[in-house]
């Protein structure tokens, strides 16, 4: 397989109408090695869902390349489409049919062998948390239910690589977390999970990578630790301490300090910020008091989305 499960480059499209002109895609390049969540993180409208579509060969790009799995998704997008299940961000079923009906169907469709599919469709309904609903009819299905099995037909063919577009949107906190701890499963037996989405505080989190995305425009792109640099630079070192009981004295102490940007408390826990790394000074200052825990506490992925996007969503 190449080095990289998706790569792209100088990717333009581009939308003509009476109106004019859109540019869609703007020179996206984007790399996605293997066996990552990686997240595609931007606002609504900000060419998220058209780079999707260009990567499983649903569109055309205007100009530029793109590969997925060692494939040219202009050329070779039949190969790419055997290797990897897509979630889009609609996605509809028969709902005169039951759940293990729609699956069997869409596996017939995918070419995956009689014996094979049956054990598969139960195998991903249980992984869905739909096993007591494979013989019920979609039409009562409520939204939640819906995405859950259409996150069941993503992982029929048990795809090198799974493209999910906005995986969470009508799900409970309950559905939610079944989510992330599937993903996480995914990615541990090898795989690639790419996650388009604005949601960033209920998935954000289980991402290693991100491409930060507006207006079509790539505005940034890498590992976690990568994007973490220049957000920490520019903001500085954030450390939590919990002390019980010597939360005032404590306080005292790491304002004396040197190079503290900001010292406050949240939850009895002391956070501090500096325009340096002084985790050794304060793991000595630790020593001194009955200190529970002292951890550093990096960006999350919306801190570093907020601090590239320059602060908004639009």
């Given at each position: 397989?190449?080095?990289?499960?998706?790569?792209?480059?100088?990717?333009?499209?581009?939308?003509?109408?009476?109106?004019?002109?859109?540019?869609?895609?703007?020179?996206?390049?984007?790399?996605?090695?293997?066996?990552?969540?990686?997240?595609?993180?931007?606002?609504?409208?900000?060419?998220?869902?058209?780079?999707?579509?260009?990567?499983?060969?649903?569109?055309?790009?205007?100009?530029?390349?793109?590969?997925?799995?060692?494939?040219?998704?202009?050329?070779?997008?039949?190969?790419?489409?055997?290797?990897?299940?897509?979630?889009?961000?609609?996605?509809?079923?028969?709902?005169?049919?039951?759940?293990?009906?729609?699956?069997?169907?869409?596996?017939?469709?995918?070419?995956?062998?009689?014996?094979?599919?049956?054990?598969?469709?139960?195998?991903?309904?249980?992984?869905v948390g739909l096993s007591e609903w494979a013989n019920a009819k979609v039409k009562g299905f409520s939204r939640g239910m819906t995405q859950r099995l259409a996150l069941a037909?993503?992982?029929?063919?048990?795809?090198?690589?799974?493209?999910?577009?906005?995986?969470?949107?009508?799900?409970?906190?309950?559905?939610?977390?079944?989510?992330?701890?599937?993903?996480?499963?995914?990615?541990?037996?090898?795989?690639?999970?790419?996650?388009?989405?604005?949601?960033?505080?209920?998935?954000?989190?289980?991402?290693?990578?991100?491409?930060?995305?507006?207006?079509?425009?790539?505005?940034?792109?890498?590992?976690?630790?990568?994007?973490?640099?220049?957000?920490?630079?520019?903001?500085?070192?954030?450390?939590?301490?919990?002390?019980?009981?010597?939360?005032?004295?404590?306080?005292?102490?790491?304002?004396?300090?040197?190079?503290?940007?900001?010292?406050s408390l949240v939850n009895e826990k002391v956070r501090v910020r500096a325009k340096r790394d002084i985790g050794g000074e304060l793991a000595r200052l630790a020593g001194r008091?009955?200190?529970?825990?002292?951890?550093?506490?990096?960006?999350?992925?919306?801190?570093?989305?907020?601090?590239?996007?320059?602060?908004?969503?639009?």
């Open positions: 397989m190449a080095e990289y499960v998706i790569e792209t480059e100088g990717l333009v499209k581009i939308y003509r109408d009476r109106s004019g002109e859109v540019k869609a895609l703007d020179g996206v390049d984007i790399r996605v090695p293997k066996g990552v969540v990686f997240g595609l993180f931007g606002p609504n409208g900000s060419g998220k869902t058209t780079l999707i579509s260009i990567l499983v060969g649903l569109q055309l790009p205007t100009s530029g390349t793109a590969r997925v799995l060692g494939f040219d998704c202009v050329r070779e997008s039949v190969e790419i489409r055997k290797r990897l299940g897509l979630l889009p961000e609609n996605y509809g079923f028969y709902e005169h049919m039951t759940a293990y009906e729609n699956l069997e169907f869409l596996g017939r469709l995918d070419g995956i062998s009689k014996n094979e599919l049956k054990r598969r469709i139960l195998e991903v309904l249980e992984m037909q993503a992982l029929l063919k048990d795809p090198l690589l799974l493209v999910l577009d906005e995986p969470t949107l009508g799900l409970d906190p309950q559905g939610t977390a079944m989510f992330r701890d599937l993903v996480e499963r995914v990615v541990k037996s090898g795989k690639t999970v790419l996650i388009s989405t604005h949601l960033l505080h209920e998935i954000g989190h289980i991402c290693t990578h991100a491409a930060l995305i507006r207006r079509g425009k790539l505005v940034a792109h890498g590992s976690l630790d990568e994007l973490s640099k220049p957000y920490i630079e520019a903001r500085g070192f954030l450390y939590e301490i919990a002390a019980p009981g010597e939360v005032e004295r404590l306080l005292h102490e790491v304002k004396q300090l040197d190079g503290i940007l900001e010292v008091f009955r200190v529970r825990s002292l951890s550093f506490l990096p960006p999350s992925w919306d801190e570093l989305y907020q601090y590239y996007q320059g602060g908004g969503w639009e």
